[in-house]
C-alpha cells in the first residue's frame, strides 16, 4: 500500500526559529513535492525535485530550501520562520509519468505549522 | 493570476440528490484535468482524471466532463451520500509539467 508520511502532524514554532518539516515515501517514487495549502487559495507548489539532489522552485519558493539527500526523503526548510508561514504543509511523490501516463501524486497527511 | 479557479467555495446538497462542482481554466495547454477529495486531517486522495482527448470519464458514483471549448470541468457525483462530504480540488496539467490546484469547494452531504 502507497504510503507517505511526515514527521509531524502539529507544529509550533517562534518567528525567527530555523523549522524543518520532513517526509519520507516508500514507494520508490522519482519525483516528491511540497505545498501549502491555505483557505480560498487552495494548493501552491514551493518545490519539487524529480531525482535525488534535484530541486526545483515552484510557484512560492521565497522563505523556504529544500533537501533530497536520499531518494525515499524529501525535506522542507524555512530558515527564519515569519507568521506569514503559517499554514498546512503537504508533501507528495509520484513516479515519473512515462508515455501517456498520468500525474496522480500520492499524498502525506500534512503538517499543520503555526508560527507565532 | 490563477490558472485553474473553482469559483464556488462551498455546495451543499441533501443526501441521494447529484452534486455538481465546477472548475475553470485558463491555459489551453492543460491537458490532463484530476480531481482530488480531501478530509480534515488528511492528505487529498485522487479520485478521478480525464485527458483532453476525452469529453467523460465515468467511475463508479463519479463523473467528470471536459468542455474543452469552454475551458470548464465538472464532477458528478450520483447519488451523494453523508461520505462524500469533504474539500474537492480540481487539478490541471500540461504534460511533464507540474499540476496547478484550484482553490477547492467545501461539499456538505445532509442526510
Known amino acids: 500500500d502507497v504510503k507517505v508520511t511526515q514527521s509531524s502532524r502539529y507544529l509550533v514554532k517562534r518567528t525567527g526559529e530555523k523549522v524543518f518539516l520532513e517526509c519520507v515515501q516508500d514507494?520508490?517514487?522519482?519525483?516528491m513535492f511540497w505545498y501549502r495549502q491555505d483557505p480560498g487559495l487552495g494548493l501552491r507548489l514551493i518545490y519539487f525535485?524529480?531525482?535525488?539532489?534535484?530541486?526545483e522552485k515552484g510557484d512560492i519558493p521565497e522563505g523556504y530550501s529544500v533537501s533530497r539527500e536520499k531518494k525515499e526523503r524529501f525535506s522542507l526548510i524555512l530558515e527564519s520562520a515569519s507568521t506569514n508561514q503559517t499554514s498546512m504543509y503537504l508533501c507528495?511523490?509520484?513516479?515519473?509519468?512515462?508515455?501517456?501516463?498520468?500525474?496522480?501524486?500520492?499524498f502525506g497527511p500534512g503538517t499543520r505549522l503555526t508560527v507565532l | 493570476d490563477q490558472q485553474v479557479k473553482q469559483n464556488s467555495p462551498s455546495l451543499s446538497v441533501q443526501e441521494g440528490r447529484i452534486s455538481i462542482l465546477n472548475c475553470d481554466y485558463t491555459?489551453?495547454?492543460?491537458?490532463?484535468f484530476l480531481w482530488y477529495k480531501k478530509y480534515p486531517a488528511e492528505g487529498p486522495t485522487f479520485l478521478i482524471s480525464?485527458?483532453?482527448?476525452?469529453d467523460k470519464n465515468e467511475d463508479g458514483r463519479f463523473t467528470v466532463f471536459l468542455n474543452k471549448s469552454a475551458k470548464h470541468l465538472s464532477l458528478h457525483i450520483v447519488p451523494s451520500q453523508p461520505g462524500d462530504s469533504a474539500v474537492y480540488f480540481c487539478?490541471?496539467?500540461?504534460?511533464?509539467?507540474?499540476?496547478?490546484f484550484g482553490a477547492g469547494t467545501i461539499l456538505r452531504v445532509k442526510s
Open positions: 507528495a511523490s509520484r513516479p515519473t509519468i512515462v508515455g501517456g501516463g498520468t500525474d496522480t501524486q500520492y
Open positions: 514507494m520508490d517514487h522519482e519525483n
Open positions: 525535485s524529480y531525482d535525488v539532489k534535484m530541486k
Open positions: 491555459n489551453s495547454m492543460f491537458d490532463y
Open positions: 480525464i485527458s483532453s482527448i476525452k
Open positions: 487539478a490541471a496539467m500540461e504534460y511533464g509539467n507540474k499540476l496547478v
